[in-house]
Structures are given as structure tokens and as C-alpha cells.
């Protein structure tokens, strides 16, 4: 019973990962400036704040019971996370880094600047928005 509970399990977090990463969203535009002008514009910008300048992005507004979304607003956050295939800067390593990366919720968005509660995200190239389900998220997060 249990191995196929977990077959069952393991289906829907696919399909639920596959709608997620789909093509269906609201086309969006970041930095179309070249990745080095991005990183050095970046760098000069936040001083001391942790940074990263990603492509290959999504902003995905997290569809939350409404007493979760009264807590987030209540400290200055909304139910929205960024996440990017494509980190081409990470601050913290001063250079490239392989892997998806997801923000915590976001404080900020600004132009092309998505910022989260301790960092920041630079959005270059062309991205997508759309809405999830909570359940989606934490599926990605095991994918």
C-alpha cells in the first residue's frame, strides 16, 4: 500500500512541477542590458546586501488561505517568490553558480529588482508570471 501511495504521490507532484515550469503565464521583461553591464550595475547597487542576477526566471504568485496572506502583509510581505534556472552572478561567490535557486516571499518589486527579505534578485532577460498553487511550490522544491 505504501509504494503505491508514494507512486501516486510522486504522479501528482510531477504534474504539478510540469504545469508549473509549462509555457502558460504572462510574459514579462527584465534587464535586457549584457550579463557583465547587469553584474557590475548590480554590484555598485548593493553594497553590502546580498545579490543575484538570474535569467531564466519566474514570478510566481503563491495562491495562500487568506489568514496566511493577512500574516505575510502584516510583515511587509506578499505571497510572491522568484524562481530562476539561471543564476548568472550569486554575490556571494562572486561569479557564476549551477542550479535553480527560489526566493523566500517577496518585500520588493522593483522594476527589475525582486527583493526578499535578507536578498536580492536582478531579473535579466525576458521572464514569466503566473499563479500556483502552495502545493505546486513545495512540489518544485523536491523536484
Known sequence: ????ETIKVGKV???LVA?????HGLSLEGDGQPDDVIV???CANNQGQPFY???DWLLLDIMVPSDVEDDLKAMGLQPTVVFANTVV???KARGSRVGAIRSSFQR????????SMHTRFVLAGPGM???VSLPALLALENA
Open 1 to 4: 500500500m505504501w509504494l503505491s
Open 13 to 15: 507532484e510531477a504534474a
Open 19 to 23: 504545469d508549473l515550469l509549462s509555457e
Open 40 to 42: 557590475e550595475t548590480a
Open 53 to 55: 542576477v538570474v535569467r
Open 89 to 91: 552572478y550569486d554575490s
Open 108 to 115: 520588493v518589486l522593483d522594476d527589475y529588482t525582486f527583493e
Open 129 to 131: 508570471r503566473k499563479h
